[in-house]
């Protein structure tokens, strides 16, 4: 019914997700655009990314500080953060064991839930493929779908990608638009926030924060102690 | 408008305000057990319990999942019920009896209606969930996204190791010279030249300056 939709998948996927991948690509037509993101997740619009999670992956205690990590560093590049949260996988043969629902557990759903996380539960692979798709497809019919050219052709336009992608709070999509709507890394430079919001396609105030960091008047003493913590 | 006043007083801390209904349930021997203490109210309308951090709970049992679209209707006017700044919690008996039912189930209440859904076995896991709701709002939340004053140096020295030509003494030195991205990117050749060298200069300034599009 709709048009082709583009979902961004980190290059990590392509062995955890192989066959979520094809999934979206035979049955869901979706275009899937491999890339090298920051984490293993899925890019489903210029805001929205989801990242797949087993129960208990969830209702591990040894798994809390990396969980911490990755809720952080997404929701500091994607207004709409999902996760997926997938029933254990059992092999073939093996009696599905009873997932044990611990206090962890839950105050561990509650906390997401109340960091803005959204959570959708699914039985495996071929569900989550699903989801996925139908997450892509929403923020489509929203004016949200990712409609930039994913080609990054030649050597200058691959560094200026990876110039934005250092910038805070940019993610992929954002700096791929930055590529295509600036002339060059200069005229980026030069620009109101107005025009770092358009240009890369993002909320006001992750412009607000990239414009500040462009103009932000480096600390003598500040940038010595930097150099020095990556030396040591 | 009862109903709209009550849904807007949270309940304190420590405290889930649960429909008059839910009087002599399983689920609310569970909460109290928990430590939680429960207040009832006939106003709630739609609502089945409020918690204090400003989530209001709708519970979907195996019972309306299977009878069929009865419980559309009440999610929809709990949607309706709950403004802006309540976050609105759908929890849903997923059961061996209502686990056909549960992908569109989750379809209609997070895709359609961008409610919540949370899936428990029964009373007893709601309550536990529930009680984890209302003890873990008086805990820090290491997920919530922190705004904290940034100091850019750090960033910045690694912004500028992607300019080619560019390592970390080069980085270092531009920024002790000029201060700011943007002031670098004034930078002519004859201010370069002497931090960077005659190479880097040029290479940063066709980095900044060449066309892209």
């Given at each position: 019914t709709s048009t082709?939709?583009?979902?961004?998948?980190?290059?990590?996927?392509?062995?955890?997700?192989?066959?979520?991948?094809?999934?979206?690509?035979?049955?869901?037509?979706?275009?899937?655009?491999?890339?090298?993101?920051?984490?293993?997740?899925?890019?489903?619009?210029?805001?929205?990314?989801?990242?797949?999670?087993?129960?208990?992956?969830?209702?591990?205690?040894?798994?809390?500080?990396?969980?911490?990590?990755r809720v952080n560093s997404l929701q500091g590049l994607f207004e709409r953060v999902c996760f997926i949260v997938e029933k254990d996988r059992t092999k073939p043969g093996e009696v599905g064991r009873l997932f044990q629902r611990t206090r962890y557990f839950d105050s561990t759903l509650a906390s997401l839930v109340h960091a803005g996380v959204r959570?959708?539960?699914?039985?495996?692979?071929?569900?989550?493929?699903?989801?996925?798709?139908?997450?892509a497809q929403l923020e489509q019919r929203k004016g949200q779908a990712i409609a930039v050219p994913l080609e990054v052709r030649g050597q200058h336009r691959q560094q200026a990608l990876q110039f934005y992608l250092a910038l805070p709070g940019v993610g992929y999509v954002h700096a791929l638009h930055m590529c295509h709507n600036f002339i060059s890394v200069a005229q980026f430079i030069n620009s109101t926030i107005e025009a770092?919001?358009?240009?890369?396609?993002?909320?006001?105030?992750?412009?607000?924060?990239?414009?500040?960091?462009?103009?932000?008047?480096?600390?003598?003493?500040?940038?010595?102690?930097?150099?020095?913590?990556?030396?040591s | 408008m009862a109903a709209a006043a009550a849904v807007t007083a949270a309940p304190p801390y420590g405290h889930v305000i649960g429909h008059e209904k839910w009087r002599d349930s399983a689920l609310i021997q569970h909460i109290k057990g928990a430590g939680v203490k429960v207040v009832f109210e006939k106003e709630l309308g739609v609502v089945d319990f409020l918690l204090p951090n400003r989530s209001s709970v709708l519970y979907v049992s195996e019972c309306d999942i299977i009878a069929g679209n009865s419980y559309k209707r009440k999610l929809v006017r709990f949607r309706n019920a709950n403004g802006s700044g309540v976050q609105a919690l759908a929890l849903a008996e997923r059961t061996r009896l209502s686990e056909q039912y549960f992908s569109s189930l989750q379809k209609f209440v997070v895709f359609d209606l961008g409610l919540t859904l949370?899936?428990?076995?029964?009373?007893?896991?709601?309550?536990?969930?529930?009680?984890?709701?209302?003890?873990?709002?008086?805990?820090?939340?290491?997920?919530?996204?922190?705004?904290?004053?940034?100091?850019?140096?750090?960033?910045?020295?690694?912004?500028?190791?992607?300019?080619?030509?560019?390592?970390?003494?080069?980085?270092?030195?531009?920024?002790?010279?000029?201060?700011?991205?943007?002031?670098?990117?004034?930078?002519?050749?004859?201010?370069?030249?002497?931090?960077?060298?005659?190479?880097?200069?040029?290479?940063?300034?066709?980095?900044?300056?060449?066309?892209?599009?």
């Open positions: 082709t939709v583009c979902i961004l998948v980190d290059s990590r996927c392509i062995s955890s997700s192989a066959d979520l991948m094809s999934d979206l690509r035979q049955h869901h037509s979706v275009n899937v655009h491999v890339c090298s993101l920051d984490g293993s997740y899925f890019v489903l619009s210029n805001r929205t990314a989801a990242e797949r999670h087993s129960q208990s992956e969830l209702a591990s205690m040894q798994n809390r500080k990396r969980l911490v990590e959570l959708l539960w699914s039985d495996g692979a071929q569900d989550s493929a699903r989801l996925l798709a139908d997450l770092i919001q358009k240009g890369g396609v993002m909320s006001r105030s992750r412009a607000e924060e990239v414009y500040r960091c462009i103009r932000y008047s480096c600390d003598s003493f500040l940038l010595n102690t930097s150099t020095a913590k990556k030396k | 949370l899936p428990v076995s029964g009373q007893p896991e709601a309550s536990q969930l529930i009680s984890q709701m209302v003890l873990s709002e008086g805990r820090d939340n290491p997920f919530r996204k922190r705004s904290v004053a940034r100091l850019y140096e750090p960033q910045l020295l690694l912004l500028l190791q992607q300019i080619p030509g560019v390592g970390g003494v080069k980085a270092s030195a531009l920024l002790h010279s000029f201060s700011s991205l943007q002031e670098i990117c004034s930078a002519r050749l004859p201010q370069l030249e002497p931090l960077v060298g005659q190479a880097s200069a040029q290479h940063i300034l066709s980095f900044l300056h060449n066309h892209l599009v």
